[in-house]
């Protein structure tokens, strides 16, 4: 009897109907519903292939072209090619590009540069930070001494005066700037002046604005870092990880140590793949097209919501991600994102700075014109979304609403599919 069951190396997904109802249940998700969730983008069918091919088989250790196993030449051009994209769009002179995840390139570069019981300067996760610079939950957060730096109360904008003087008071080895819930303009040369000053490394995350950096449309953070990080799935638009540059030779095996061994093992191919495939998407002129209608959507978006009684944390928004604070209209994070989502917009709870109100039920909601962009939306469209986000805020309990909504909101979806039914 053979060891294989029937069907081994050709039947797809059908051949277990139970992963495929999941799956297929959500691909219609993502086809009839708005995606506003700030995370998150919608790939090409060329990135979904690379990342989904045999690549998978494959184990790889090491940088290319030095693997501990055999068998590496496909595996090391894909690698080669992707650290060749990475560093050509940025124009980085170095590039890793093995990160599992954003997670996993910030604690490699922590790893790699410094040493056990280091004081970081990184920005306080209810002022907007990313947990993973250093939140008391991780291994971050447990192995070095992290201080906070805040927004300024009036402006909710960073201040460069507390951060020089929270640098010069506590002299840490690494600063670092970029989070998931600050989208204003950042002063890089000002910020590697600091820790020049200080004699710190200068950390940048750019999860949020890497799409935007690649073509010229957000402050460029690259000349003046002594290391960047960020993901590739979200302003990036591809595979699933992350991805670390930096200029100086002297950084390279400490940055490249710190992601392997330090903090992961073997490369997911796969992943390399798809991230190879996204950045040969980003260098192209269309690209940068659609950054720009980010940037317009957002705005419009950001426009409409400020003329309905909501507040705009900061006022605005310099990438393609807004923070909107809800404590005008008397209702929370929680309840609004619930009824969304039950009206067929997805969004995130999030909290606003000083925000009064718990990480539960947070006073604001982060909102993101990435994805929508990305499947034909442009600034009516937006408008049509914030009116939609005016109904439920009108009626968040009501459910004939909030089906209404839903219904208009498929139609709209329909009229800008997303993958071709298979
Ligand atoms: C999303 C994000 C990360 C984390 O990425 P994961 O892939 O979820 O580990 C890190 N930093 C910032 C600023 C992010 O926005």
Redesign the pocket.
């Known amino acids: 009897m053979s060891t294989l069951h029937h069907g081994y190396f050709t039947a797809g997904l059908d051949a277990d109907p139970e992963l495929a109802a999941a799956i297929r249940g959500e691909e219609s998700r993502q086809a009839d519903g708005i995606e506003l969730i700030a995370?998150e983008n919608i790939v090409s069918r060329l990135v979904l292939e690379a990342q989904g091919s045999v690549l998978t088989n494959k184990t790889v250790e090491g940088p290319a072209y030095a693997r501990y196993y055999g068998g590496a030449e496909f595996a090391d051009a894909i690698e080669a090619l992707a650290i060749e994209r990475a560093r050509r769009l940025f124009g980085a002179r170095f590039a890793n590009v093995q990160p599992h995840?954003?997670?996993?390139a910030?604690a490699g570069v922590f790893l790699g540069l410094l040493k056990l019981g280091d004081t970081v300067l990184s920005m306080n996760v209810a002022a907007g930070g990313?947990i993973?610079h250093g939140h008391p939950a991780t291994l971050t957060g447990r192995d070095y001494s992290i201080i906070r730096y805040g927004v300024n109360r009036e402006t909710e904008r960073l201040d460069l005066d507390e951060i020089r003087d929270l640098a010069r008071e506590h002299a840490p080895r690494m600063i670092v700037a970029?989070?998931?819930a600050y989208f204003r303009a950042m002063d890089f040369a000002a910020l590697r002046a600091i820790a020049d000053e200080v004699g710190a490394y200068l950390m940048v995350?750019m999860?949020?604005f890497a799409g935007l950096v690649a073509t010229g449309l957000y402050p460029d953070p690259v000349p003046h870092a002594h290391v960047v990080t960020t993901?590739t799935y979200?302003s990036l638009r591809g595979a699933r990880g992350?991805l670390v540059l930096w200029n100086d030779p002297a950084l390279s095996d400490r940055i490249n140590y710190g992601i392997f061994p330090g903090v992961q093992g073997s490369v997911m191919l796969h992943a390399v793949a798809g991230k190879a495939a996204c950045l040969g998407e980003a260098l192209r002129p269309e690209f940068r097209a659609y950054n720009e209608a980010v940037l317009a959507n957002a705005r419009a978006l950001a426009q409409a919501l400020g003329a309905q009684n909501v507040r705009i944390v900061s006022g605005g928004t310099d990438m393609g991600l807004m923070l909107v604070d809800l404590t005008p209209r008397g209702l929370t994070g929680e309840i609004v994102a619930k009824a969304l989502e039950h009206a067929g917009l997805a969004v995130n709870k999030n909290q606003i700075p000083f925000d009064p109100r718990p990480p539960e039920a947070p006073s604001g909601l982060r909102l993101s014109s990435n994805a929508g962009t990305t499947r034909g939306f442009g600034t009516a469209e937006f408008a049509t979304i914030a009116g939609w986000i005016e109904r439920v805020m009108q009626a968040p309990q009501d459910a004939a609403t909030l089906a209404e909504v839903k219904d208009e909101v498929v139609a709209l979806c329909r009229a800008f599919p997303i993958y071709p039914e298979r």
């Open positions: 995370s995840s954003g997670s996993n910030n990313h993973s970029g989070g998931s995350d999860a949020h993901t979200k992350g």
